[in-house]
C-alpha cells in the first residue's frame, strides 16, 4: 500500500481522553485522509472532526472505514489495516508514556520488525498462556516465557537488510578512528554499538538462530 503518515498528534478532547489524530496521504488515490486511533480502534475519516471540534449528526458520511486493534482478523478484512497498525503504534507510544501502562497486542497487529524476531515456540507459548497477545508501550515488545524475565524485543527498522547494515556498521567502524586528532562523541559510538547489534540481528535470521 503506497501511503505517508504526514502527521501524528496526541490530542486531549477533554478530560484525558486522548486520541492520536494523524494525517495520512494516500498516494494511489491522490487524498489524504484521517486517522483516530484510540480505546482500542482506529478509525478513518475524511473530514477531521476531532481537531476541528466538528458537530457531526451522520458519521456514516465521513468514515470510510474502522477497525478494533485487539481483533487479530481485521489484519485480513480491513484494506487499510496497514496504516492502523502504523498509527496503533504511535498512539501507544504516546498513550502508554502518559498513563504508564502496558496494551496487549494481538500477534497480526505487531509490527513486521517484531514478528520477525519472535520464533514460532515463543509464538505458540504466549498462545496457550496469554490468549496470543504481547504487551507492548509502543516502543518494546515483551515476549513471555515460561521461565525467566519476558524477552524485550525492539523495532529494528533502521537499516532494513543486512547489506545495507554490514554499510552502515563499517561506516561507523571507521568513523571511530582518529581523524584530525578529534575522536567522535559519545552519540557517536552508540551508534557504532547499536549498528554491530542489528548486524548480530541480521545474521540470526540468515542463521535461524534466535
Known amino acids: 500500500m503506497n501511503y505517508k503518515i504526514l502527521t501524528n498528534d496526541y490530542v486531549n478532547t477533554g478530560g484525558n481522553c486522548m486520541v492520536l489524530v494523524s494525517d495520512v496521504w494516500l498516494k494511489d488515490e491522490n487524498k489524504t485522509v484521517y486517522v483516530f486511533t484510540a480505546d482500542e480502534h482506529c478509525v478513518m475519516s475524511t473530514v477531521d472532526y476531532i481537531r476541528n471540534d466538528l458537530e457531526v ?36 507510544k504516546k498513550d502508554c508514556g502518559f498513563f504508564s501502562y502496558r496494551f496487549a497486542l494481538p500477534f497480526e497487529w505487531l509490527l513486521p ?10 509464538r505458540q507459548y504466549v498462545s496457550e498462556e496469554y490468549g496470543g497477545a504481547f ?24 537499516y532494513g537488510s543486512l547489506r545495507s547494515t554490514l554499510s552502515s556498521c563499517l561506516y561507523w567502524l571507521q568513523a571511530t578512528n582518529e581523524v584530525d ?30
Open 57 to 92: 449528526d451522520d458519521y456514516d458520511e465521513f468514515i470510510i472505514e474502522a477497525a478494533c486493534f485487539t481483533d487479530a482478523d481485521h489484519a485480513d478484512c480491513c484494506k487499510y489495516f496497514e496504516i492502523y497498525r502504523d498509527c496503533v503504534f504511535e498512539y501507544l
Open 113 to 122: 520488525n517484531y514478528q520477525l524476531q519472535i520464533t514460532a515456540a515463543q
Open 135 to 158: 504487551a507492548t508501550d509502543g516502543t518494546v515488545v515483551y515476549v513471555e516465557q515460561a521461565d525467566g524475565e519476558p524477552i524485550e524485543l525492539l523495532n529494528r527498522t533502521t
Open 181 to 210: 586528532g578529534v575522536f567522535l562523541d559519545d552519540l557517536d559510538h552508540k551508534q557504532l554499538l547499536d549498528t554491530i547489534q542489528d548486524v548480530s540481528y541480521w545474521m540470526d535470521q540468515i542463521t535461524g538462530e534466535k
